[in-house]
């Protein structure tokens, strides 16, 4: 174990998959080869063929990413969230690279490892911010919780039974009220993940905008609405009914008691990500879902 050198990036990898465990170790190679420090949690470094050249890092604590350059983040949906966590905390900007299904939020493949690399190397990427959002639960006039999203707040019922009775609300007046599995409040970036599932609008990274999208609701109007992203957007569940949960990128958890707010704003705090392509949105999202385009002669020229 080293001290740290000019240049260093943190690696966050998925350690229980084989192919996060081979990808980690090629990228490890890569940067030290480059004369650029490597930092890993020590948790990890266990299933990881590392070099003693590689520093590991006792707790997971935003402190952790001091004076790094990058995070890179090598794994599924879940993984890149656990790292979008660090990158919000930290200020580092996360460079994604999927090794799941769809990873909206990685900027490259698996088999891109080699570009990867050559691009930290040479400091040929870009970072954006992405929104996020605050999200605070009120019960009886008392905050008793507050939490923030990259993707999305979810409202849900808490079991199979009964469907949860809530109250939307916008910008401090009433919008409708019904019975439902739940409320997906959304960011754009989460546009494409679970709001997606709940047949909301695909948004453009770039739109600034909030989403509330209902989970299979039982009323007439339960369209999804989107809203400017200066909205407060605002979840009662009613008193009389079972209690819910809020899920905060499906990873962070908190039971709802009757009677519930659930408030959510534009986060104060977004999260940076590292871009290495200039590709359109409409490109990634055609790759992505493998949408159809044959026939498409785009304009003429």
């Known amino acids: 174990m080293t001290a ?39 948790a990890e470094a266990a299933d990881l063929p590392l070099s003693d050249e590689v520093r590991l890092v006792k707790e997971a604590t935003p402190q952790c990413l001091d004076g790094c350059e990058l995070l890179i983040v090598l794994g599924g949906d879940g993984t890149l969230l656990r790292g979008a966590e660090f990158a919000r905390a930290s200020g580092v900007p996360m460079l994604g690279v999927n090794l799941g299904r769809v990873g909206f939020l990685a900027e490259a493949e698996r088999d ?44 849900q019922k808490a079991g ?64 999804p609405l989107v809203t400017s992203p200066e909205s407060v957007l605002a979840v009662e569940v009613l008193p009389h009914v079972p209690p819910g949960v809020l899920w905060c990128d499906g990873r962070r958890t908190v039971e709802l008691p009757p009677g519930a707010r659930v408030e959510v704003r534009r986060g104060a705090v977004p999260v940076r990500l590292a871009r290495l392509h200039h590709a359109s949105f409409t490109d990634r999202l055609v790759a992505k879902f493998a949408l159809p385009v044959s026939g498409w002669r785009g304009a003429p020229h």
Do not use: Q
């Open 4 to 42: 740290d050198r000019a240049r260093t990036v943190f690696l966050l990898a998925h350690t229980g998959r084989p192919a996060a465990v081979r990808s980690a170790e090629l990228v490890v190679k890569g940067l030290l080869r480059s004369g650029i420090g490597v930092r890993v949690l020590e």
């Open 112 to 155: 891109d490892l080699d570009k990867v690399v050559d691009r930290v190397v040479t400091r040929a990427y870009e970072v954006e911010e992405r929104m996020t959002v605050d999200v605070v639960v009120h019960s009886n006039g008392d905050i008793v919780h507050t939490d923030w999203a990259l993707n999305e707040a979810a409202v």
């Open 160 to 223: 199979a039974e009964k469907l949860l009775e809530v109250v939307l609300e916008i910008d401090g007046r009433p919008v409708t009220g019904f019975g439902c599995d739940g409320i997906v409040l959304s960011t754009p970036t989460g546009s494409t993940a679970y709001a997606f599932s709940a047949g909301g609008p695909v948004v453009w990274p770039e739109v600034e905008a909030l989403l509330m999208v209902p989970i299979s609701a039982h009323a007439l109007f339960a369209k």
